[in-house]
């Protein structure tokens, strides 16, 4: 069964870069016709879709985080990778990643000076 | 970009009760729209799929239905463990997903 985990930094300063890896097992990233996705979700309120990267490496961004965002994979270690730069504390959320219909546990990261 | 509306915000009932959530999106998505289920502090995890289609393991009391703009999603018998946080998403525009803004169901 497919597993997915994040990690990365809980705290983040104010316009700073948020960085997030999500490590995969029980499948490879490379291998299967899948978008992989971020999403978070502020402390109280909905979820919100982020960006995602296709196998192939196509990546696809909410056009309200477009600008900010940016989404990788590293095959070699069956992970890919969120980065969020200019971070601000509406950022302060759990982010999640996810393929369908599978996703990780979420990692709570707070933007605070 | 694909709104999802869902209704009601939040909903008080008893563990038995027979309870129907309602989605609408801003623009038809056939039949691409699955429900998730959160419990606090945990991933959203998977009901209902393709509109109608229950997710393997799901309980039977949990179904969907719906096409185009709206959707809804009905407990036919509630039971203690089902008081979470439902949303609604449409996968019509993948890998633009949008989700509803949820439903809180509560114990009455």
């Known amino acids: 069964q497919l597993q997915l985990q994040e990690s990365g930094p809980g705290l983040v300063k104010p316009s700073e870069t948020l960085s997030l890896t999500c490590t995969v097992s029980g499948g490879s990233i490379s291998s299967s016709s899948y978008y992989w996705g971020w999403i978070r979700q502020p402390p109280g309120k909905g979820l919100e879709w982020i960006g995602s990267?296709?196998?192939?490496?196509?990546?696809y961004y909410n056009p309200s985080l477009k600008s900010r965002v940016t989404i990788s994979v590293d095959t070699s270690k069956n992970q890919f990778s969120l980065k969020l730069s200019s971070v601000t504390a509406a950022d302060t959320a759990v982010y999640y990643c996810?393929?369908?219909?599978?996703w990780g546990q979420g990692t709570l990261v707070t933007v605070s000076s | 970009d694909i709104q999802m509306t869902q209704s009601p915000s939040s909903l008080s009932a008893s563990v038995g009760d027979r309870v129907t959530i309602t989605c609408r999106a801003s623009?038809?998505?056939?039949?691409?729209l699955n429900w998730y289920q959160q419990k606090p502090g945990k991933a959203p995890k998977l009901l209902i799929y393709a509109a109608s289609s229950l997710q393997s393991g799901v309980p039977s009391r949990f179904s969907g239905s719906g096409s185009g703009t709206d959707f809804t999603l009905t407990i036919s018998s509630l039971q203690p463990e089902d008081f979470a946080t439902y949303y609604c998403?449409?996968?019509?525009?993948?890998?633009?997903?949008?989700f509803g803004q949820g439903t809180r169901l509560e114990i009455k």
């Open positions: 998403q449409q996968s019509y525009s993948t890998p633009s997903i949008t």
């Open positions: 623009q038809s998505i056939s039949s691409y």
């Open positions: 990267i296709y196998y192939s490496g196509s990546t």
């Open positions: 996810a393929r369908h219909p599978d």
